[in-house]
């Protein structure tokens, strides 16, 4: 069974919300944050270490 990525991400995400109640502007800053991140000159730096 294939299932696309961004399908697993929303439910592991509303999963996650459910069961674990953080607040919305956590969830807000984590994501910008991890957006922002992305783009940035950072981002090869980030890659390197997570891989």
Known sequence: M???LW????VVGFLGY????P???LVAV???GGYLL???SLAPL???ITK
């Open 2 to 4: 294939d299932v696309p």
């Open 7 to 10: 399908l697993a991400l929303i």
């Open 18 to 21: 459910k069961l674990i109640r």
């Open 23 to 25: 607040p919305l502007w």
């Open 30 to 32: 984590i994501l910008l």
């Open 38 to 40: 992305a783009s940035s």
């Open 46 to 48: 980030i890659d390197s």
